[in-house]
């Protein structure tokens, strides 16, 4: 095993292991007494205790519709839903708390700004004349909405592309961002290369033409520090259950002034002023964009598990990552056959690994693993132009959390030294 200096002969990067205990599903055993090891964190993070705990709480001491009631567990549930939104505001840094609007998840956030922008007035209004600009290390769910907007409007979807060694190729950015671009909308972490992308050089570009910026933030809300002032995007977008929270909860994040002015996407009840047989006047932001009964319970558990990762320090679990992300790197180098897609060294990129085995195909590879208790992602992870770009059917991708240990690393790779003897 490769002893990588100041990680286990010194691990004073390493937060302590008994975070671990604040996880139960950490204890489980899988297959007939192997214990669980869990690398599929960048699909879905693990859950500690304190959240579990307030969801539960929710639902045994607080359970009422928010908004409007004046009995005192509507008053209740409702001081918890709105004080969840400040603890993400605090959380991002942002401005005002106002400018947080709750979704079911990161997916959701994006198809919102892709429809406002499609149905907005001008200066805002995607149409035929205008270009919407992605790059192709996208999640589908940063893809597919603005495809359906450019098909509906006509406007013209552009893109960066690649490099070998997965990162975007900004060499010719001045001829994607042009004055007729609209939105740039990109993602700040790759789930499935791990790329960090260089958020400065192409928001700076999109602000030279007068584009609006949106970031997908999805796998970087969970691992480092996120400053929405720092990063200078119009809209963030993330989503809870990557982040020790629950599923069915995302958010986005806007500018005030943008938030004021473009039309809501969902309409019902909450997210008006004044309705009448003829029209209707809308709520301002947030709630103009929070249609309905909103995901109340896991809006508390969000604001939980952010009271758990502050209380850690995402800087802390930035280190944690980015030590294991080495050690990691280091470790596939033993292994024959084995070949990252993306990054080859743990220098801007995060803590998800996409790797082909020979001419092993990953979902095989997978399951050998799950035999072993070994829980990784197989696939395209939801994007699939990065595989056609390097020309692979799927990957198989380990990913690292802040409970994630190098001996979790290591079980991994005497793992696929058994997929390897196993298929010959």
């Known amino acids: 095993m490769t002893q990588l200096p100041g990680l286990l002969t010194g691990t004073s990067q390493l937060l302590d292991e008994a975070i671990r205990k604040d996880f139960p599903i950490l204890d489980r055993q899988v297959h007939d007494g192997k214990k669980l090891v869990y690398l599929d964190n960048a699909a879905t993070s693990q859950k500690p ?112 592309g690649l490099t070998d060694d997965g990162r975007l190729d900004l060499s010719n950015i001045d001829e994607i961002i042009t004055e007729k671009t609209k939105i740039v909308s990109f993602v700040l972490v790759s789930n499935i290369l791990g790329t960090v992308n260089p958020v400065e050089a192409i928001v700076r570009r ?101 009271d758990y990762l502050s209380a850690i320090g995402m800087d802390r679990i930035l280190a944690h990552e980015h030590a294991l992300t080495e050690y990691a790197v280091k470790r596939f180098a033993e292994v024959p056959g084995l070949r990252i897609i993306g990054p080859t060294t743990a220098e801007d990129r995060g803590a998800a690994i996409s790797f082909t085995l020979g001419d092993i195909h990953p979902h095989d590879v997978g399951q050998v693993l799950d035999e072993q208790g070994i829980a990784v992602r197989v696939g395209h992870h939801c994007a699939r132009p990065v595989c056609l770009r390097y020309g692979i059917p799927a990957t198989t991708r380990a990913s690292f959390y802040l409970y994630s240990t190098p001996t979790e690393i290591d079980a991994l790779v005497d793992g696929l030294e058994h997929v390897r003897n196993f298929f010959g």
């Open 49 to 160: 205790r304190q959240v579990l705990d307030a969801l539960s709480g929710y639902y045994e001491q607080y359970n009422a519709n928010v908004h409007r009631g004046v009995h005192v567990l509507a008053e209740e549930a409702t001081a918890l839903y709105e004080g969840a939104r400040d603890k993400v505001a605090a959380f991002i840094n942002a401005p005002s708390r106002d400018e947080v609007i709750f979704t079911k998840n990161a997916s959701e956030s994006l198809n919102l700004v892709a429809n406002m922008l499609g149905w907005a007035d001008e200066p805002y209004r995607v149409d035929h004349e205008t270009e919407i600009v992605i790059t192709e290390m996208e999640h589908h769910s940063n893809i597919v909405p603005w495809q359906l907007l450019a098909q509906r409007t006509g406007a013209k979807l552009k893109w960066f």
């Open 206 to 306: 999109a602000q030279e033409v007068g584009a609006l910026v949106c970031i997908d933030a999805s796998q970087a809300a969970p691992h480092m520090p996120l400053d929405v002032q720092a990063l200078q995007a119009d809209f963030v977008a993330f989503t809870g259950h990557k982040m020790c929270g629950p599923t069915g909860i995302g958010v986005l994040w806007g500018r005030q002034e943008l938030l004021e002015d473009l039309p809501p996407f969902l309409g019902g009840g909450e997210m008006i002023e004044t309705v009448s047989m003829h029209s209707s006047t809308y709520a301002p932001a947030p709630h103009k964009f929070e249609a309905g009964t909103p995901p109340i319970a896991q809006a508390v558990g969000l604001g939980a598990a952010i």
